[in-house]
């Protein structure tokens, strides 16, 4: 199974330096979290392991193969991208944006049998299946946010990367789509996923990227990054760590460290 790699990413915007030095190793099979505060690197790292921003050094590699060598049908089959704050332009209805996920497969216009299957269990899994002839842009916020995630879901990508899903979603949905994301990972697939939320990121992540400053303070399974020193260091932040009956971590924040 072929590992997303970076290597020595580095990303400056103008007089700005938003990546600096990033080297992480993802594997298939597992979920990442992306964690640090506003500004860390956390969505220009995302777009970078995605091929849709070509640093200003360093590379992404998808197991031997440079990510920005693949052209964009190949890459698309290959890496899902769940960008946040996605707008939608046409007024469609929701399978029919549903199934363009499944574009990058196509050999023609005409949607085949396998084509339809990933689609209805992209809905199904996304709870979107009640809507499916309702007009995209009469959902709610929420309600397009997990459209937006079947659409991604549909193509059944090697890797799917999500930058904040959970946004505008109820907590109900928002649990919904961390045991999908966990889903993903199970059926084989990579997921990378931008959180902001500490708690959620416990209950979701196998592995933690901590950023701050664009920096990769720290690098591991959750259980060796979600400590409270580390994510005072990222956060400036007290935070108490600890575990549900049901062995679940959440993390509270408690005060600005001092």
């Not at 929420?142 to 659409?151: I, S």
């Not at 990378?192 to 399974?221: K, P, Q, Y």
């Not at 007290?238 to 993390?251: E, N």
């Amino acid at each position: 199974m072929s590992a997303l790699i970076a290597t020595d990413l580095r990303v400056q915007l103008r007089d700005r330096l938003v990546l600096e030095d990033v080297t992480a190793r993802f594997e298939r099979g597992r979920v990442t979290a992306l964690l640090g505060p506003n500004g860390a690197g956390k969505t220009t790292l995302l777009t970078c392991l995605a091929g849709l921003r070509v640093p200003s050094a360093g590379r992404v590699r998808l197991g031997d193969v440079d990510v920005l060598a693949l052209d964009r049908r190949a890459r698309a089959r290959r890496i899902g991208v769940l960008p946040q704050n996605s707008e939608v332009h046409w007024d469609i209805d929701v399978a029919t944006l549903v199934s363009l996920g499944r574009f990058p497969h196509r050999d023609r216009w005409a949607a085949s049998a396998a084509d339809e299957r990933a689609v209805l269990r992209a809905m199904v899994a996304t709870d979107v299946s009640h809507f499916a002839t309702r007009s995209v842009k009469q959902l709610s916020g929420g309600e397009r946010g997990r459209v937006l995630l079947a659409r991604v879901l549909a193509g059944e990508p090697e890797w799917l990367l999500a930058d904040e899903p959970l946004a505008s979603l109820d907590p109900a949905h928002q649990l919904d789509v961390l045991d999908q994301l966990r889903a993903v990972a199970g059926a084989g697939a990579g997921v990378i996923v931008v959180l902001h939320d500490l708690t959620h990121a416990a209950r979701v992540a196998d592995d933690v990227v901590l950023l701050r400053d664009g920096r990769a303070i720290a690098h591991g399974s959750r259980d060796e990054v979600m400590i409270e020193d580390r994510v005072r260091e990222a956060f400036g932040i007290d935070v108490l760590v600890s575990h549900a009956a049901d062995a679940d971590r959440f993390v509270v924040p408690l005060r600005r460290s001092p």
